[in-house]
C-alpha cells in the first residue's frame, strides 16, 4: 500500500493561487490512476480532477474547468494540483487518492484504494 501525504494547503484571497502537492511513498504511482477529491462540512465527497496513467490525460469537474491543473512528475513520484483564480466555493479539505492502473469511473471514491490526510484549503468570502 502506497502512502500518500498532501502539502500545500493554506489560506488566500479571492482570485489567488495555491499549488497543492501529494507525495507518494512505498510504491510508483506512475502506472496508477490519480485524483483530487475535496468535502466541505455537510457535503459529499466531490471529484475535483484526475491524471491518467501517462499524465497527460486529465478530467476536471465543470466548476473547476480553466481554473485548476492536475499534473504529476514521475521522478519524484509526485501529483500536484495548481489552482487559480480561487473563489470561496473552493473551501474545502482536498484528498489526493490513488486507483491501481488505468482510471475507471474517476469521480466515484469507491474506485479509489489509497488516500491521503487531507489538506485545508480556505478562500474567505
Known amino acids: 500500500q502506497v502512502q500518500l501525504v498532501e502539502s500545500g494547503g493554506g489560506s488566500v484571497q479571492i482570485g489567488g493561487s495555491l499549488k497543492l502537492s501529494c507525495a507518494a511513498s512505498g510504491s510508483t504511482i506512475s502506472h496508477d490512476c490519480m485524483g483530487w477529491f475535496r468535502q466541505s462540512p455537510g457535503k459529499e465527497r466531490e471529484g475535483v480532477a484526475a491524471?491518467?496513467?501517462?499524465?497527460?490525460?486529465?478530467i476536471y469537474t465543470d466548476s473547476v474547468k480553466g481554473r485548476f491543473t492536475v499534473s504529476r512528475d514521475n521522478a519524484k513520484n509526485t501529483v500536484y494540483l495548481q489552482m487559480d483564480n480561487l473563489k470561496p466555493e473552493d473551501t474545502a479539505m482536498y484528498y489526493c487518492?490513488?486507483?491501481?492502473?488505468?482510471?475507471?469511473?474517476?469521480?466515484?471514491?469507491?474506485?479509489?484504494?489509497?488516500w491521503g490526510q487531507g489538506t485545508q484549503v480556505t478562500v474567505p468570502s
Open positions: 491524471t491518467n496513467v501517462g499524465g497527460l490525460s486529465t
Open positions: 487518492a490513488r486507483q491501481l492502473g488505468a482510471c475507471r469511473r474517476w469521480a466515484d471514491p469507491q474506485q479509489y484504494r489509497d
